[in-house]
């Protein structure tokens, strides 16, 4: 699962990735860990002898100043963006005169919709360069029939210049349209850059904010600055700092679990005196496929899944406690994985 930063140049992408990956960035990809204080709370029940979080791949794609790129950057910018799952969007609202802006005024709502407008241009004008190729092939299958159908009402949302994930397609029609590269369809959430003054005073961009929920677009409030002064201190002195600014999680934490849900994310957990872990699967998840993540002779061998919750398996301190009070539950290979279920694989090998 590959999450994408975009957005203008100097806008603040390369210092979100270093500080979504916990590293200097060498080059334009990263590897970022997702906060969960689960793990901690498994840890101090199971004493593993490692840790091991859920991890999402960050990459940064080239900044794009919209209205100012020839054909070849645009195309290019756009099968970047194929190439994600996701995308975040990185939208700098700091003033720093220090810092060049591209269009040389800072305009957070004017830059957001820019690359959104670009995206959903591009959309469609595939969309109809897809359903004219539709219309002319001569062999009507099914299929086609099919992809027709869906390819139409995607145009229609286009045509509303609204992106396709406001167009609530089934998984069967993301099957129809996964060989034809649309844009619009992903999870997107917009990091929107700001001042340390800004978030100290809680200063609301109503505008963006109600601009975004309408495109389906998830806003993160953050200051990239007062995150790189942070990063580094001791958790009790982090929570301190970041009190005087009436927040309990820094930016970088809201961010990774923003992320992680644009992504359609979610983890289930595995613990013992080995290792704690999170393992991402695609909500929806089966049993049996979430098995397979762990390894391929357990999805194939799968037997059952037994399966607690978080909260219950702390409670109860074991899973020997939890299965006496019966608060083990046995899932079947279909069972659909949730968000902090705490998993045993049964399987023949
Ligand atoms: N004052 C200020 N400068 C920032 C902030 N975020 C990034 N910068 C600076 O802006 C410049 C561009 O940032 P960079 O992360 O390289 O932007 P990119 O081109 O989007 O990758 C760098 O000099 C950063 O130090 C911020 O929140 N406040
Ligand atoms: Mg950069």
């Not at 910018?77 to 609202?93: C, M, N, S």
């Not at 505008?207 to 958790?235: D, H, K, M, P, Y």
């Amino acid at each position: 699962m590959d999450l994408g930063l975009v957005g203008l140049p100097q806008c603040g992408k390369s210092a979100l990735l270093t500080l979504l990956s916990g590293a200097p960035a060498r080059g334009d990809v990263a590897v970022a860990k997702v906060p969960d204080p689960r793990l901690d709370g498994l840890a101090s029940l199971f004493h593993p002898r490692k840790v091991v979080h859920a991890t999402m791949r960050l990459t940064e794609l080239a900044g794009l100043v919209p209205g100012r790129l020839e054909r070849g950057e645009r195309n290019a910018f756009f099968e970047a963006v194929r190439r994600t799952d996701a995308l975040l969007h990185v939208v700098r609202a700091f003033l720093a005169p220090e810092v060049p802006h591209p269009l040389a005024s800072v305009d957070p709502i004017r830059d957001a919709r820019a690359l959104e407008e670009e995206l959903v241009l591009a959309d469609m004008e595939r969309v109809e360069t897809l359903r004219s190729r539709l219309e002319k092939s001569r062999a009507h299958s099914r299929e086609e029939e099919l992809q027709r159908e869906v390819l139409a009402r995607c145009a229609e949302v286009l045509g509303e210049a609204r992106p396709l994930r406001l167009a609530r397609l089934t998984a069967e029609d993301e099957r129809l349209l996964a060989g034809f590269g649309l844009l619009t369809a992903r999870g997107e959430l917009l990091a929107l850059n700001v001042d340390e003054d800004d978030l100290r005073q809680g200063t609301a961009f109503p505008e963006l904010e109600s601009w975004a929920a309408e495109n389906g677009i998830t806003v993160v409030i953050f200051s990239s600055r007062l995150e790189a002064e942070i990063v580094n201190l001791e958790e009790r002195e982090r929570l301190e700092f970041l009190s005087a600014y009436g927040l309990t999680e820094s930016g970088t934490d809201r961010l990774s679990k923003a992320a992680y849900r644009a992504l359609g994310l979610i983890s289930f957990l595995t613990a013992g005196e080995d290792e704690v872990r999170a393992w991402p699967v695609a909500a929806g998840t089966s049993a049996r496929r979430a098995a397979g993540k762990i390894h391929s002779d357990i999805e194939k061998g799968f037997i059952r899944a037994e399966v607690a919750s978080y909260a219950d398996l702390m409670a109860a301190g074991g899973w020997k406690a939890l299965r006496e009070h019966g608060q083990a539950r046995l899932e079947g290979k279909e069972y659909t994985m949730q968000d902090g279920d705490v998993v045993e694989f049964r399987f023949n090998v």
